[in-house]
């Protein structure tokens, strides 16, 4: 494929200073994505999920109001700090009301489009209880075809690991060493397929937050985690300059009240584990928020930041340390909406969140509190209902 710049279908785009990337290399657009002071606006939630919220937040789930949601960030001046947003498949077809479509908008801006391509969790055979694998492989070649033609040239693969404590773990908390196999070998077979059009693959080994483990058994974790997958792309032959890593920061689970979330011990934990496990070909880590409110998930990505540069010795990283974030940059947005705010001013707050994300991601956000969100600083936005597709 070659793109034609002159294209009269790409006229929407002449007037911005906007390198078009449909067709750049994998290992280029990756580079982009974790530019300096930018992260991912990670938007991609099903139409189960993303109804959930919207009905907790006394609106109806029907397309018109998810389209009217997606707007309010698809609409708002957010590209100096997001570099590009994940979306569902059914919002590549969606527009603003302007008539534009939401890839048009954000592309306008200077916004990479991405997808989401898993196709949800399933329950994991031989694993232990509330494991699970990923669904999607099978259809997945045809479907990036359809989806790299509708504009996007990222996708995200999002797999699930439960931490928990079995009679055959003797009591520790431990992920199944076949959780860790089956999720590993479809997050790399995700990414090799994925680079082979030209599509860079977020890679998302997400350790979930349930549980009372500590920090000790969430570092433990993570590293055999990060280790099995980066294992599984090397043994699969994917280029890992041309992936991001979206993992999530170490922290205790989300029952454990005896120990504090403590954002210079987050940060180090976190750093750590990269050191030990993801190689440095790998150029940015686009973190997660995992539960985290707004406010935390801001901080915690300054200290990781902060923490790396002030200690090279012990925790430096050759990667950029990003974000990826969804609810971690929605959540004020949905209670602005929810209580009836304009949509000007559900889109200021937009920008003003994605503002703050992209300071910390330099880890220059200084004035901790000046943060806009409006929804308490600490506690969890933890969901039980995600993975259905």
Known sequence: FKFDSASPDCGWMSSHEYEYVLWTDARSLAGKLCAPGKGILASDESPSTMGKRLVKAGKENTAENRRLFRSLFYGANIGQ?????????????????????????????????????????????????????TKGLTSLDERLESYAIKGARFAKWRA?????????????????????????????????ICLR?????IVEPEILIDGDHDFDASL??????????????????????AILLKPQMVS??????????CPNRIAECTLMALRE???????????????????????????????SRAYPDEFAVPYALSFSFGRGLQASVLEMWRQGESTHACMKKAEEIARV??????????????????LPKLGNLQETFRGVY
């Open 197 to 201: 059009k030209s599509i860079v693959p």
């Open 277 to 307: 496990t993801v190689p440095p070909a790998v150029k940015g880590i686009m973190f997660l928020s995992g539960g985290q409110t707004e406010y935390q998930s801001t901080v915690n990505l300054n200290h990781l930041n902060v923490v």
């Open 252 to 261: 205790p689970g989300v029952d454990n009240r005896d120990q504090l979330r």
């Open 357 to 374: 994300n992209g300071l910390a991601a330099r880890g220059a956000f200084f004035d901790q509190t000046s943060h806009p969100t409006i």
């Open 220 to 241: 433990r974790i993570t590293k055999k985690v990060l280790s099995e997958c980066m294992h599984a792309l090397v043994m699969a032959g994917v280029d890992l300059s």
């Open 81 to 133: 700090h997001i570099s590009g947003a994940i979306l569902h498949p059914e919002a590549l077809d969606m527009c603003l009301n302007d008539g534009r479509t939401f890839v048009e908008a954000l592309h306008s801006q200077g916004i990479i489009v991405g997808v989401k391509v898993d196709e949800g969790l399933e329950p994991l055979k031989g694993g232990l209880e509330g494991e699970t694998s």
């Open 160 to 192: 699930a690991f439960r931490i928990s404590k079995s009679a055959e773990s003797c009591g520790v908390w431990t992920v199944s060493d076949v959780a860790l196999k089956t999720n590993a070998k479809e997050l790399a077979s995700y990414a090799e």
